[in-house]
């Protein structure tokens, strides 16, 4: 297996989105495409594993924040690889984004996921195509 053969389950062009409102502990994360338009809230994905139930979040340690990267992950390369990387994606990447907010291509993602496949498994270099 090479770290090429990993594909997007979602549209090559979805942006991650999350805006932390002043005073509002509940962050809700919208997916649309790179143009800003057919935005949708991030599906928790509860059926996959319940860390927090009612909120995302992107702080060091938080159930929350595992719940994202969980979600975000499942949204981007599927169910399967989301449930076997979600932890590391949770304290590698999503609790070092921006605490106001952030945007974030499903690409970066994916690209992410490569690269710890490549380093943790010896997989083929992550150096060729980013995309499908």
Not at 81 to 101: I, K, R, S, W, Y
Request: hydrophobic letters at 45%; proline letters at 5%; glycine letters at 8%.
């Amino acid at each position: 297996m090479s770290v090429h053969d990993l594909k997007l389950c979602c549209p090559p062009d979805a942006v991650f989105v999350a805006v932390r409102s002043s005073g509002v502990g509940f962050v809700d994360v919208e997916v649309s495409d790179a143009e800003g338009t057919g935005k949708q809230f991030l599906p928790r994905r509860l059926d996959l594993a319940c860390l927090a139930r009612l909120r995302f979040e992107w702080l060091p340690g938080d159930d929350a924040t595992r719940q994202l990267a969980l979600a975000m992950l499942a949204y981007t390369v599927g169910r399967d690889l989301a449930l076997a990387h979600f932890e590391d994606f949770a304290t590698g990447f999503v609790q070092d984004l921006p605490l106001d907010g952030w945007r974030i291509p499903a690409i970066a993602v994916l690209n992410w996921l490569r690269v710890v496949l490549a380093e943790t498994h010896g997989l083929e270099s992550t150096e060729g195509p980013t995309n499908a």
